[in-house]
């Protein structure tokens, strides 16, 4: 665009999917980051496309009463917590409205049965997982005197695949994970270590990973670009004696030109191998206990797991005979939580690791009546897998936020289980796989949760259930 464009008075009308704000200019959409439904603002144009603009607010002219004061200093530059200036009961309205609207527009249910969302017990220091990254190349903020220095120690601004935003202050994980990360950062610098640049692929320090559950467990994994152990063991030592609290220490060298480090040794360096967390069963509320490691997947929002997997449950109304199918079934959490209300419980995993965790966890536990499996959920969920282990009464599935392969949906509709039990994180996904299984099935409701507050993000659990022939 050469000329600057202002549209003026605008009204913000409604809380986008994304994260961004929507107001609309004539017959466009325009999505706006920052500002809350009920603010009339001044935008400057940013993006123009056929369909839609982007803009940002310059000038306020009415605060909206849905507003209230964020609480982080990194509102606004950072691309967590967005919705930290909107009350929670307007982020619970519009959570719930992005169910049904997704529910509506993509599915094409238009008159779904959605109940009302379930609110996160603490909308603060609710995350048990954080990962931090090192970088030469930090976000210069409008506050940063210019001789800060490049090394940051942070989270990626959103969009830009090199710049991290240095952070001071994170509500998202209780203490001592602010402190981890000051720490850390403050021995590297002092005893002159790199952090990494991510356009050459150079650079010592690379990345922080910090899970916490809820009896007090506290594990680190550090990831390094270098081998060179007498620098990482003196970083570890220092780390260590500052917080004797950590549990469970790990790092990882990793001098790959990307971030992913489950195809890496990782490296138990002091403590336990695991941190665990507690769940009580659904039926019978027998306790059962998790050790979750390094790359376990656990549901982010500890204190919200019995009301995500309660709605589970609860939707299946699990009768005790049934044959239950858990498709990307991870750790076996929700496996677990059910045992005691089935007859059997067949989990389908792609991650080794999780599958090995998964038969661990049972046994710990005791619970004989599920058998787990490693593979690709669409190759494996075949006519004779399904011969072996029994036609499933019941599907549950919970994939990951891209949704089902389309092969997975067809080998569901053919393994025609009388109900399926969909737990999502992406309402447009699953609306979209709900969309394919309606050849068979019928949507009958659908129960969100909020795992993720001050975010956009909202959790689904769908049921459906086949039709007679």
């Known amino acids: 665009m050469k000329s600057e464009i202002i549209y003026n008075n605008v009204e913000i009308i409604d809380a986008g999917s994304e994260g961004k704000a929507v107001a609309r200019v004539g017959e466009l959409v325009l999505f706006v980051p920052f500002v809350v439904p009920g603010d009339v603002v001044d935008i400057k144009l940013t993006k123009k496309k056929r369909s839609y603009l982007e803009g940002k607010a310059i000038r306020f002219h ?197 971030d992913v480090i489950t195809d890496l040794p990782v490296n138990l360096y002091y403590g336990k191998p695991y941190i665990t967390e507690k769940l009580l069963s659904f039926r019978t509320k027998k306790e059962i206990e998790f050790h979750i490691g390094p790359l376990s997947f656990y549901q982010t929002n500890s204190s919200q797991v019995p009301s995500l997997y309660g709605a589970v449950a609860s939707l299946a109304g699990f009768n005790g005979s049934e044959n239950v199918y858990d498709l990307y079934s991870g750790i076996g959490s929700i496996s677990s939580f059910i045992s005691d209300s089935v007859n059997r419980v067949i989990g389908i995993e792609s991650i080794p690791a999780a599958v090995n965790d998964a038969n661990e966890n049972a046994k710990r536990n005791k619970i004989t009546n599920m058998k787990f499996f490693t593979g690709e959920t669409e190759k494996l969920l075949s006519e004779e897998f399904i011969r072996e282990q029994g036609k499933p009464d019941i599907i549950i599935t919970d994939p990951p936020r891209s949704g089902m392969h389309e092969k997975t949906v067809k080998a569901m509709i053919l393994a025609a289980p009388e109900k399926v039990v969909y737990v999502s994180c992406n309402p447009s996904t699953q609306a979209r796989d709900l969309a394919l299984l309606q050849e068979k099935y019928d949507f009958k409701v659908s129960q969100p949760v909020d795992m993720f507050p001050h975010t956009q993000h909202v959790e689904n659990v769908a049921l459906l259930v086949r039709r007679a022939e």
């Open 62 to 258: 009415k605060y909206s009463e849905k507003r209230e004061k964020e609480f982080c200093n990194h509102f606004g530059t950072c691309g967590g917590c967005r919705w930290q200036n909107m009350k929670y009961c307007d982020q619970l309205y519009y959570k719930q409205k992005q169910v049904e609207d997704a529910l509506r527009r993509i599915a094409r249910i238009p008159d779904a049965k959605v109940l009302p969302i379930l609110p996160s017990s603490e909308t603060r220091y609710y995350r048990n997982k954080l990962e931090y990254t090192f970088s030469n190349h930090r976000w210069m903020t409008e506050n940063d005197p210019p001789d800060l220095g490049p090394d940051a120690l942070g989270f990626h601004i959103p969009l830009l695949f090199d710049k991290v935003l240095d952070i001071k202050e994170c509500f998202l994980q209780r203490d001592p994970s602010n402190a981890i990360r000051l720490e850390s950062k403050k021995f590297a610098i002092d005893n002159g270590y790199s952090f990494y640049d991510v356009r050459k692929w150079v650079g010592f320090m690379r990345g922080i990973i910090i899970r916490v559950s809820n009896d007090g467990g506290l594990m680190t994994i550090f990831m390094f670009h270098d081998p060179d152990m007498e620098k990482i063991t003196s970083f570890l030592d220092h780390i260590l004696k500052k917080f004797p609290e950590i549990s469970s220490m790990y790092y990882v060298v990793n001098p790959k030109k990307n």
